[in-house]
């Protein structure tokens, strides 16, 4: 757009231009110099005329071409067919500095131009006609038009786009800020300090939308954390009276039913902690951790039918990170292998000196073509009637909030293996 705004100021400057000087002198008066350089002084001071270059180029091309020069000291030379009227006229040439003469013919056809020239030979005036008349190219040759021509050229090709990147650098930071922009740093918002005017709206556009996004995202929150502890009240009660019974058919997988339902709503609450960013993070015995949480859920897996050993291979393996997440992380792979591993299970967990938690049980394990779906939220090897799929997936997002990694594979004697990988505490 800049270089075709450039071409049209270019052209149309140039055609008024050309009109004008052509209406007004007709002649191109370049050819005055080449004139004057084929000017030579004789032996005893006479002027002759030395045809060359441009000059004898012009001749050819203008075959009714003609020029008179003449100084104040009454030298003169000529070229070509001279008007007759013209020679009466040059005591007036010589108060003239410039000036476009016509009415010369017989019939007032003929027109020349006459120019004051200071060369090698003085002060001379050269008068011509018929030669090389203007063209709208000449016009490019005139100084004063090739600078401003320049100028603009300079501003639009350099100026202008440094001044628009100057105005614009406020929207590369705004690209930056936007960049950030995550569903884990809520709250943050566009300035509109670093743009120009002109994207103040969008800006605020966007900011607005950012707001409402924020609401709904709260909005969520709550309900999904006051569902949850409105679940935990009739939970616990519903588990104290099922302990306290006898008799009732089936007493292990029930109480393992209810377990699973006190799960779900733990792990609602705990999903809620991860994506506030509650964590408390502090240095603790891996061994210790892991001791506990499978002495808790021993009751849960021997009413199932089931049976849960413990094994580590040191006694103490710091570790930094937020016990209660990680606790639920390893609550969730028990549960994950008692729900899936099928009747008369074996679970083994085992605490590895390198700061690794592993949780094999003795069932069908996992097919490989499932190992990388499994700890998307909601996804389940096979469809069962109860469980909600976020056991893995909340696994997953508390070991990678524990700059961890998590893997599963082929137990050793069959089933499936749970490994966690934590970052080691150098002792």
């Known amino acids: 757009m800049q270089a075709l705004v450039l071409l049209a100021f270019a052209a149309t400057t140039a055609v008024p231009i050309y009109g004008l000087i052509n209406g007004d002198t007709r002649y191109d008066d370049n050819v005055i110099d080449d004139i004057a350089n084929a000017i030579a002084v004789g032996n005893r001071g006479e002027w002759q005329v030395v045809i060359r270059g441009e000059l004898e180029e012009e001749t050819t091309d203008h075959p009714d071409f003609w020029f008179y020069a003449f100084d104040a000291n009454g030298r003169s030379v000529e070229w070509g067919e001279i008007p007759e009227r013209l020679i ?55 100084p004063a ?103 009732i058919e089936n007493h292990g997988r029930v109480m393992l039913d209810v377990e699973r339902l006190s799960n779900l709503a733990n792990q609602l609450l705990d999903l809620e902690r991860i994506e506030a960013d509650a964590l408390q993070f502090q240095e603790v015995n891996l061994v210790d951790l892991v001791a506990q949480v499978a002495a808790d859920m021993a009751p849960v897996v021997i009413a199932a ?42 679970v083994t967990v085992t605490v590895g000196a390198n700061a690794t938690v592993r949780v094999a049980d003795t069932g069908p394990g996992v097919p490989e073509n499932y190992r990388d779906i499994i700890f998307e939220p909601f996804s389940r090897v096979s469809p069962l009637d109860y469980g909600a799929g976020l056991g893995l997936s909340l696994v997953r997002d508390i ?22 990988s934590l970052p080691q505490l150098d002792r």
Request: proline share 4%.
């Open 305 to 346: 039918g089931d049976e849960i050993i413990f094994d580590a291979e040191t006694e103490k393996v710091p570790v930094f990170c937020d016990p209660p997440s990680l606790s639920r992380a390893v609550t969730n792979l028990i549960q994950n292998s008692v729900s899936h591993g099928g009747v008369r299970l074996t």
């Open 399 to 420: 070991v990678t909030r524990h700059n961890g990694r998590i893997t599963v594979g082929d137990a050793p004697g069959g089933g499936a293996l749970f490994e966690v």
């Open 88 to 142: 009466e006229m040059t005591d007036a040439f010589q108060t003239m500095r410039s000036a476009y003469i016509t009415g010369l013919g017989p019939n007032e056809d003929v027109s020349a131009i006459l120019r004051r020239y200071n060369g090698d030979t003085g002060q001379i005036w050269i008068v011509t006609g018929n030669g090389p008349e203007v063209s709208i190219w000449s016009i490019f040759e005139n």
């Open 145 to 247: 038009f090739v600078s401003l021509l320049s100028l603009l050229t300079v501003v639009s090709f350099l100026v202008i786009p440094l001044v628009v990147r100057r105005e614009m650098h406020g929207v590369d930071q705004i690209a930056r800020d936007a960049d950030k922009i995550d569903i884990a740093q809520r709250g943050m918002r566009l300035s509109m300090d670093l743009v120009p005017d002109e994207l103040h709206s969008l800006v605020r556009a966007v900011n607005a939308a950012l707001q409402r996004l924020d609401d709904g995202i709260e909005r969520r929150h709550r309900f999904i954390a006051d569902a949850a502890h409105e679940l935990r009240t009739p939970i616990a009660i519903l588990k104290t009276r099922l302990e306290l019974a006898h008799g």
